[in-house]
């Protein structure tokens, strides 16, 4: 089953989002299958989005992600990776259509709560950056009410 990597940047934490978040991808039926709080530092964070590292907006971003506590997880399910960016919402705010996260709680694109990975590739490699340990292995007794 596909899993993807998403996480509630220092904004979503210190704001109050992180119960929200995580019942909006459990209610939707996805299985959390790693879930962690922790404070990267920046060699750590210039890692994650190294193939940003050419934008102006690069250091912002890095010093934004490194300011505080991030909820790192990994959540499973059919097309997750996909169906994870539409619950997550257009990258700027503004853009971001109501019912979404990012339409539903931020304003500025450099603040925009969440991160979700953009493809099942990027998913396994970040997956792998934030999971070294591995992930949990189990499986919702819920999937016949989920899955058809
Ligand atoms: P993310 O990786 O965080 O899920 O976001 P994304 O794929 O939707 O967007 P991406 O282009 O990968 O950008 C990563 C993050 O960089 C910040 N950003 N700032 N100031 C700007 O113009 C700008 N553009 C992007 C955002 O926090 C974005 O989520």
Redesign the pocket.
């Known amino acids: 089953m596909e899993q993807t990597f998403i996480?509630i940047?220092p904004d979503g934490v210190q704001r109050g989002l992180v119960g929200e978040i995580i019942g909006r991808f459990e209610k939707k039926g996805f299985s959390l299958k790693g879930l962690k709080l922790l404070t990267v530092d920046q060699a750590f964070a210039e890692k994650h989005?190294a193939?940003?590292s050419s934008?102006?907006?690069f250091n912002?971003?890095v010093e934004?992600i490194i300011s505080g506590p991030v909820v790192a997880m990994v959540w499973e399910g059919k097309n997750v990776v996909t169906t994870g960016?539409k619950i997550?919402g257009?990258?700027?705010p503004a853009e971001s259509a109501p019912g979404t996260i990012r339409g539903d709680f931020a304003i500025d694109?450099?603040?925009?709560v969440?991160?979700?990975?953009?493809a099942v590739e990027s998913a396994k490699k970040e997956i792998g950056l934030w999971f070294p340990e591995g992930v949990a292995n189990w499986s919702s007794s819920l999937h016949p009410w989920i899955y058809e």
């Open positions: 996480m940047k989005y193939d940003l934008k102006p907006f912002g971003l934004y960016r997550i257009a990258t700027n694109i450099g603040r925009n969440i991160h979700g990975s953009d």
